[in-house]
């Protein structure tokens, strides 16, 4: 089964400062996308950034941006100049099947003002 | 982005009663939609993929007679929880794709609180 992992349950960090946060998925695909959303109080996932597997450039979404390792199955996400409003649950997913989303366990983010 | 409405937002009902939850596109056509379960503090769980016009998909594990899911148009999918039971109680997210394919970006409602009493 194809999986996604996501090792760190909490993270903080300070406002304005940079954080990154981990995942690692397998699959058995050749080509396929992996993303990360965001979760905040309100519940609403939110996409916040994408990579498709066969481009080697790393995605950048403003202050969001992605190190995506494919010989490794790796796929961090750093937030710089945190914010207080980035403060959430953050899920790293697959697309699987190329239907469905299998996310992690999810990150929770603090940011400390 | 496209819109996923989901409805109720949150919802109590009697121990042994049905209730359903309604998942709409607003400004799209979603030819998949996806229902997930969400246990607090923990990731979403996938229980069900449904494509229009045909028998939903459920994922290992989770018991189609009781909750059943149509997706009778290219906008609205419906999950009902038949015979409801406190162990039910979770957050209900669904969500839509306009295609097949990995790049196919899927937009989630905002979920539903069901509440069993």
């Known amino acids: 089964a194809q999986t996604v992992t996501q090792s760190q349950p909490e993270m903080s960090v300070q406002e304005a400062e940079t954080v990154t946060l981990s995942c690692t998925y397998d699959t058995s695909e050749s080509d396929y996308y992996l993303f990360w959303y965001k979760q905040p109080p309100s519940r609403q996932m939110i996409l916040v950034i994408r990579?498709?597997?066969?481009?080697?450039q790393n995605a950048t979404e403003n202050r969001f941006s992605v190190n995506f390792q494919k010989a490794a199955k790796s796929f961090s996400l750093k937030i710089s100049d945190s914010q207080l409003g980035d403060a959430a649950m953050y899920f790293c997913?697959?697309?699987?099947?190329?239907?469905?989303?299998?996310f992690g366990q999810g990150t929770r983010l603090t940011i400390n003002p | 982005g496209a819109v996923v409405s989901q409805h109720p937002s949150r919802v109590i009902c009697k121990s042994g009663t049905s209730v359903k939850i309604e998942c709409r596109s607003l400004d799209f056509q979603a030819t998949t939609m996806f229902w997930y379960r969400q246990f607090p503090k923990q990731s979403l769980m996938l229980m069900a993929t449904s494509n229009e016009g045909s028998k939903a998909t459920y994922e290992q594990g989770v018991e189609k007679d009781k909750f059943l899911i149509n997706h009778a148009s290219l906008t609205l999918s419906t999950l009902t929880v038949t015979s409801a039971h406190p162990e039910d109680s979770s957050f209900y997210i669904c969500?839509?794709?306009?295609?097949?394919?990995?790049?196919?970006?899927?937009?989630f409602g905002q979920g539903t609180r069901l509440t069993v009493v």
């Open positions: 990579q498709e597997a066969y481009k080697q």
């Open positions: 969500s839509a794709k306009t295609g097949g394919g990995t790049n196919t970006e899927a937009f």
């Open positions: 997913a697959n697309i699987q099947g190329a239907q469905k989303l299998v």
